[in-house]
């Protein structure tokens, strides 16, 4: 179960939250007021706008669709449904900030890739830790998390056995994510479009500290 994971996926989801909090409040001061880093409130505005389907509906087809296509490029480059040591995250990382790169470019110049980008770099990160050795972690959004801390509180007023790790795991990507709402923000107000830069270079450090980790790694095995 999770408790026997290493301890940088604390680290690693922590960071991961920050950097989705900070893209999507980017999304939501400059998109439209959309988010990007989910699609439940995409899903709903495309709903309520399919009767007189239009311009704006076609953008909202294309987020989603940018999202998923992000997704599947993690699930083709990753193999299994845990965490370990050793798989492409690096190199996912490194297309995460390639995508962020390049929607700064377009929204910059107001042109709409720029979003669809944005939405296939967070659909890629949702898609890189979806899977904690059994527990589903999703560091894009925060419903699920609050959903299984909730249950895991019920639970222990049951008595049964409550697991500290798991919860101090969900609490990480909670405060991860707002915290990184609070930069997102503030960096928009600043430098508009090109706070995206900010999650761009973390996630080339972020990469570039993982791949150093796994090479640390494996001479200490040989």
């Known amino acids: ?17 920050f950097l989705a909090g900070c893209i999507n409040a980017i999304g939501l001061l400059g998109f439209q007021h959309q988010s990007i880093s989910h699609l439940s409130g995409t899903a709903t505005l495309l709903g309520t706008d399919l009767l007189s389907f239009n311009e704006t509906s076609l953008d909202l087809v294309l987020v989603l669709v940018s ?5 599947m490029v993690s699930g083709f480059l ?19 900030a390639a995508l962020l790169f390049a929607a700064v470019y377009f929204l910059s110049n107001k042109i709409a890739i720029g979003h669809y ?22 560091t894009t959004h ?20 409550f697991d500290n790790r798991k919860a101090i795991l969900f609490l990480l990507i909670i405060f991860g994510f707002i915290l990184g709402g609070t930069l997102g923000a503030y960096l928009f107000h600043t430098i508009s479009f090109k706070a995206l830069l900010v999650p761009a270079i973390s996630c080339i450090v972020l990469g570039f500290c993982y791949r ?3 090479q640390q790694t494996l001479n200490k095995k040989i």
């Open 78 to 96: 990753l193999s299994g449904t845990s965490v370990k040591l050793g798989r492409h995250y690096d190199s996912l990382l490194i297309i995460e």
């Open 67 to 71: 999202f998923l296509l992000g997704s």
């Open 142 to 161: 925060l419903t699920g998390i609050f959903t299984d801390l909730g249950i895991m509180l019920g639970a222990a007023l049951k008595k049964e056995p």
């Open 117 to 138: 980008l944005a939405s296939a770099a967070c659909g890629l990160q949702n898609a890189l830790a979806t899977r904690y050795s059994g527990a589903v972690i999703r």
């Open 212 to 214: 150093v980790y796994w």
């Open 1 to 17: 179960m999770i408790h026997s994971l290493p301890r940088w996926v604390e680290y690693g989801a922590f960071i991961l939250a």
